[in-house]
């Protein structure tokens, strides 16, 4: 059975760099794509890229000047990394992995991570 | 404001049917798998339709998804009260080359 665990710090300030861990267990790390989602407080989802296991990567349009996904083959984990946060980015950060390696749509997801940014 | 569009409510008595739809355009729905995702209430996002209309082993065959063109729906027949949740339609984007959410319909069990 996959599961996602994720870690990261809870709290930022202003243009700090948010940083967060998604650890995988069970089944393959190759083939699939590794995302990262984020939902503001009482808001929907949003997605903010992927990566594969070559280190391939799509980013959300809105958020590709500012983010960069990062994988570590060798610990089957994957990471994300938030520039010049602000209190638009205080939401809960999810992980997930895709349903299959021919699909890039989410069917494994961790447990969330809130993450607020406040002064 | 997102590209794939939900009503951002539904409801429904015990029993009943409900259908909740998203609508996109060909670079996305028109051209690519519809999944959805119930959210309950504190919880992360699960898997309830893949691939437009199949379900994941252990969703219940009360929900079903069809698409047509560059809409897609989900039907939720037998309604009970543990569905009330939020509900997501997603779906690949060809041309953004991104992963594309609708935002979100919450569902009401009246």
């Known amino acids: 059975q996959v599961q996602l665990q994720q870690w990261g710090a809870g709290l930022l300030k202003p243009s700090e760099t948010l940083s967060l861990t998604c650890a995988v267990y069970?089944?393959?790390?190759?083939?699939?794509?590794w995302s990262w989602i984020r939902q503001p407080p009482g808001k929907g989802l949003e997605w903010i890229g992927e990566?594969?296991?070559?280190?391939?990567?799509n980013y959300s349009p809105s958020l590709k000047s500012r983010v960069t996904i990062s994988v570590d083959t060798s610990k089957n984990q994957f990471s994300l990394r938030l520039n010049s946060v602000t209190a638009a980015d205080t939401a809960i950060y999810y992980c997930?992995?895709?349903?299959?390696?021919?699909?890039?749509?989410?069917?494994?997801w961790g447990q969330g991570t809130p993450v607020t940014v406040s002064s | 404001q997102s590209v794939l569009t939900q009503p951002p409510s539904a409801s429904g008595t015990p029993g009943q049917r409900v259908t909740i739809s998203c609508s996109g355009s060909?670079?996305?729905?028109?051209?690519?798998?519809v999944y959805w995702y119930q959210q309950l209430p504190g919880t992360a996002p699960k898997l309830l339709i893949y691939?437009?209309?199949q379900r994941p082993s252990g969703v219940p065959d009360r929900f079903s998804g069809s698409k047509s063109g560059t809409s897609a729906s989900l039907a939720i027949s037998g309604l009970r009260s543990e569905d009330e949740a939020d509900y997501y339609c997603?779906?690949?984007?060809?041309?953004?080359?991104?992963?594309?959410f609708g935002g979100g319909t919450k569902l009401t069990v009246l």
């Open positions: 997930a992995r895709s349903l299959t390696v021919v699909t890039h749509l989410l069917g494994y």
């Open positions: 069970g089944g393959s790390f190759r083939g699939y794509y």
């Open positions: 990566i594969n296991d070559s280190g391939s990567t």
């Open positions: 060909s670079s996305n729905i028109g051209d690519n798998y």
């Open positions: 691939r437009s209309n």
């Open positions: 997603a779906a690949w984007d060809d041309s953004l080359s991104a992963v594309l």
